[in-house]
């Protein structure tokens, strides 16, 4: 039977592969944003998942990587709502939300005008 470490980061790799998936194969902006943050998640839970297996194994606890995992939540979190007001921003100024191959040169022409 597996453990919980072990399951966490069997999790986590599902998660990492399902969130560079989404990154890779999704054209809308805001999806991708979405597909960034599942595979942020999935990676903090292998971090974390590979810190326990450490502290399980008779290493002794340590408190770093652990800090480093609350850190880069908050720098996601923020990160997201930068992304999503620059969404915003690009919404309100071309009235899309996507960026697909044509799009950007056209975009950028009408500005010129």
């Avoid at 399951?7 to 999704?26: R, S």
């Avoid at 998640?41 to 995992?69: E, N, Q, S, T």
Wanted: a neutral charge; glycine letters at 12%; hydrophobic letters at 55%.
């Amino acid at each position: 039977m597996t453990d919980g470490a072990t399951l966490f980061g069997l999790c986590g790799a599902l998660l990492t592969a399902i969130g560079l998936y989404g990154a890779i194969v999704q054209t809308a902006v805001l999806r991708k944003i979405l597909a960034l943050n599942v595979l942020g998640g999935g990676v903090l839970l292998v971090f974390g998942a590979v810190a326990r297996r450490g502290a399980a194994a008779g290493l002794g606890a340590d408190p770093v990587p652990h800090a480093m995992v609350i850190t880069a939540i908050v720098v996601s979190f923020v990160s997201t709502a930068l992304a999503v007001a620059l969404l915003l921003r690009l919404h309100e100024a071309t009235g899309r939300a996507t960026l697909a191959e044509g799009e950007a040169e056209t975009a950028h022409a009408d500005t010129e005008r």
